[in-house]
């Protein structure tokens, strides 16, 4: 019987040990609810800070702007139609009239600017396309995605350049080629390849750049839009424009587009400029998918689809940051409201 005993007081001092702990972890509940909120809240701001940070093309109107006196925005259009160089100048030609008027520069028509003047544009389409090279006395061959570009493409795209640098805006030879790391590393395992051939649909390219884009591992080489008999339809239009009343540059490039429809329209027109602020990213994933669904019928360059993944993971953190601060100040109401107030005697 004594053995009996024993056991039901062990059980009894058990119970009574698991519910004195239940109430004091009750009690405790919502100062470690607030450690763990904090500590959530700071992961969140620091994931969004280091995913801002991580976007090449963040700060390429802050840069351009340097030393003028007014701010510039950079504008992307990705055209879903046809979209070919008639449709560039045509474009060209109304945003310089644009910037003309803003300007107060009037000029005849004889002295239309052909290439922008106090701005700058750039344009590409790209495709898979098989190249070849003659290394080492072996010849080798591989398929890379081939982007061919035209006006002022580095401005909009900055790069790390391991080698040489890009096309230049004024080509004096359009048969020149600019590789991108693991496509230059598969053919020449080295970077010092300047002046290098390369086999690009039957015609010979000289290489003049060596480039890592930070965005993927593929295969990726650039070429002039001239130097090709068929590039296809221009997939890319970006702009930097002045912009003298906010807002005001989105809608030049929007009436600037031949045929643009607001109700319909057949081009995905971006701010870059300003893109990764809180309230750009909530607007372009609210409705959520709204903005996946529309854009499923677009061939976009790779900088967008990244830039589309990078949206998407900043909004979670914003989401993930917003819940955090909630229950932060739930919980500092619930732990204040517990904490007695000395009340003061009367003299």
């Known amino acids: 019987m004594k053995i009996f005993k024993t056991i ?23 100062a470690v609810i607030l450690v763990i909120a904090a500590a959530v809240t700071v ?14 093309e963040l700060r390429t109107s802050e840069v351009w702007s340097q030393g003028s006196d007014v701010s510039f925005r950079h504008v992307a259009v990705y055209p879903k139609k046809e979209f070919g160089r008639g449709d ?36 590409c ?12 006395g072996q ?18 795209h900055p790069m790390e350049f391991l080698a040489g640098g890009f096309l230049p805006v004024k080509a004096v030879d359009k048969y020149q080629i600019v590789l991108n790391d693991e496509l230059c590393w598969k053919f020449f395992s080295s970077y010092d390849v300047i002046g290098a051939k390369v086999t690009l649909l039957d015609k010979e390219y000289t290489v003049t750049g060596v480039v890592r884009e930070h965005d993927d591992l593929k295969f990726r080489a650039y070429v ?14 970006e702009a930097m ?34 893109r990764y602020g809180i309230g750009s990213v909530i607007d372009n994933m609210l409705p959520p998918g709204e903005t996946s669904a529309m854009l499923s019928d677009y061939d976009l360059p790779f900088w967008e689809m990244s830039a589309q993944k990078v949206t ?36």
């Open 139 to 156: 010849d080798m061959d591989g398929e890379a995605d081939v982007y061919a570009v035209g006006g002022d493409f580095k401005a909009f």
């Open 8 to 30: 039901r007081d062990k059980i009894a001092g058990f119970i009574r040990a698991v519910k004195k702990g239940a109430v004091s972890f009750v009690k405790n509940a919502p």
């Open 312 to 347: 998407s993971e900043m909004f979670m953190w914003v989401v993930i940051t917003g819940v955090g601060c909630i229950i932060i100040l739930v919980t500092s109401i619930v732990l204040l409201r517990g904490i007695p107030v000395k009340k003061s005697g009367r003299i």
């Open 88 to 123: 560039v100048d045509s474009v060209r030609k109304s945003l310089q009239g644009i910037v003309d008027t803003s300007a107060g520069i009037r000029r005849k028509k004889s002295d239309k600017a052909i290439d922008p003047e106090g701005w700058v544009d750039c344009y």
């Open 241 to 274: 424009i002045p912009e003298q009343i906010k807002g005001a540059a989105m809608m030049d490039v929007r009436n600037s587009l031949p045929g643009y429809d607001m109700s319909s329209p057949e081009h995905y027109v971006v701010s870059v400029t300003g």
């Open 224 to 237: 002039y839009y001239d130097s090709l008999n068929e590039p296809g339809s221009i997939r890319s239009y």
């Open 125 to 136: 389409a790209f495709a898979a396309a098989s190249l070849s090279v003659e290394h080492n």
């Open 43 to 56: 992961t969140g701001v620091c994931n969004y800070v280091m995913l801002r940070r991580s976007r090449p």
